[in-house]
Structure formats: structure tokens, C-alpha cells
């Protein structure tokens, strides 16, 4: 599946684009696909949620990032480079072990089965996310 959404679109799911039926994604696993001509990384959680995040690890420049592992850190949801083992963050692209470095994240639709991925999402304020760093660290500690 491939290509833009055609037919009628909700106006919510403009410059969506299908990637592939939600039953292709196995459960804590992710797939790479071309959106819009950037390689983007989809994953599918244990809960059945799904994200998209920039399929290229910052650390290591490799288009790997699809065949991280998918689990939590904390209840954080997170995907694991498989060349250097950084977790990112799959709500926000914000690599966990490096505050630095982040990853594009894109906006996700399953509609009637199949997964859609939008435009790439603008990134939250450092502060925001420094701040909630601190607060995971802290639920994990106490």
C-alpha cells in the first residue's frame, strides 16, 4: 500500500499516508516505509498503540531504527537502536540516554485497519522535555 489517501478524507487526515494494514505490524515489533520520501519507522506496542519516528539512528547514521526493540522504559514507550542500543522515545523522537539527540516523530492514524502516517510532528520545547525526564527518573525511583 502506497501512495496518497484517495477518495474522501476526513480534513484531519490530509497528507496522511498509507503504510500498511495495522495486522502487518506484529506486536512490539516496528517496519520501515517510505512517506513522503522520507524513510520513517513504524511501531506497533504490546497496547496496540502506534508510532512513527525518523527511521535513521542519529548515533550510528544507519536506517535501522524499524528493527529496534519495542518495549518501556519505566512507562515511557520506547524503541532500542539495535547498532548502539540508545531508547527513543516513541511519542516524541527524544533519545532517553542522550538529551541531544532526537529522531523525527510523525503523526499516526489507523483508520478501518490500515496505518496512515502524517506530517512529522514539531518538536516539544527542551525544558518541556527535560522536565519530563526528571519526572520519569523520579516515578522510577520512588
Known amino acids: 500500500m502506497s501512495g496518497p489517501v484517495t477518495g474522501p478524507v476526513s480534513p484531519d487526515l490530509v497528507g496522511f499516508e498509507p ?15 517510505l512517506v513522503h520520501g522520507v524513510g520513517v519507522a513504524v511501531f506497533r506496542t504490546h497496547a496496540d498503540e502506534v508510532f512513527a519516528l525518523g ?3 542519529p548515533f550510528s547514521g544507519a536506517s535501522v531504527l524499524s528493527r ?13 537502536s539495535p547498532m548502539y542500543k540508545q531508547a527513543f522515545d516513541l511519542r516524541t523522537g527524544r ?19 490500515s ?18 525526564l526528571v519526572d520519569d527518573l523520579a516515578r522510577e525511583a520512588g
Open 55 to 57: 527511521n535513521v539512528d
Open 115 to 132: 496505518v496512515l502516517v502524517g506530517p512529522v510532528r514539531v518538536p516539544a520545547p527542551l525544558d518541556d522535555l527535560v522536565d519530563d
Open 68 to 80: 529496534g526493540i519495542v518495549g518501556t522504559r519505566g512507562e515511557v514507550p520506547v524503541v532500542s
Open 19 to 33: 503504510v500498511c494494514e495495522l495486522t502487518a505490524i506484529a506486536p512490539e515489533t516496528g517496519v520501515a516505509a
Open 95 to 113: 533519545c532517553l540516554d542522550d538529551v541531544s539527540a532526537a529522531v523525527d516523530s510523525y503523526d499516526v492514524a489507523v483508520v478501518a485497519g
